[in-house]
Nanobody, 123 residues
Framework: QLVESGGGLVQAGGSLRLSCAASGRSFSSRSMGWFRQAPGKEREFVAAISWIGGSTYYADSVKGRFTISRDNVKSTVYLQMNSLKPEDTAVYYC??????????????????WGQGTQVTLSS
């Protein structure tokens, strides 16, 4: 089970940190991802972090502004979002791959999803 938190209303240029707490004993062996879905649009990839070595990968639209990280002791993955823009408004979802699989940018690559947390930017 994945539970996101940390969303909210923030002014453009501001920051938020999203958290995704995972239950179960295999968190450290799972690559994790963040996706987002704006109204009327498809769910899109935001960032991913590998289960081994902590490698990361970002969508071009967030590169340099967002940082994904993980704490395997707490079974939590984070998304630090800085310099937020109105176009970042969306429901943000975290997702987990099956164990021992590398990162993916595709929604079909993830086996488990959280319920989402709303991020809204005010200009």
């Amino acid at each position: 089970q994945l539970v996101e938190s940390g969303g909210g209303l923030v002014q453009a240029g501001g920051s938020l940190r999203l958290s995704c707490a995972a239950s179960g004993r295999s968190f450290s062996s799972r690559s994790m991802g963040w996706f987002r879905q704006a109204p009327g649009k498809e769910r899109e990839f935001v960032a991913a972090i590998s289960w081994i070595g902590g490698s990361t990968y970002y969508a071009d639209s967030v590169k340099g502004r967002f940082t994904i990280s993980r704490d395997n002791v707490k079974s939590t993955v984070y998304l630090q979002m800085n310099s937020l823009k109105p176009e970042d408004t969306a429901v943000y979802y975290c997702a987990a791959r099956d164990p021992n699989m590398d990162m993916s940018t595709q929604t079909s690559g993830y086996a488990y999803w959280g319920q989402g947390t709303q991020v809204t930017l005010s200009s």
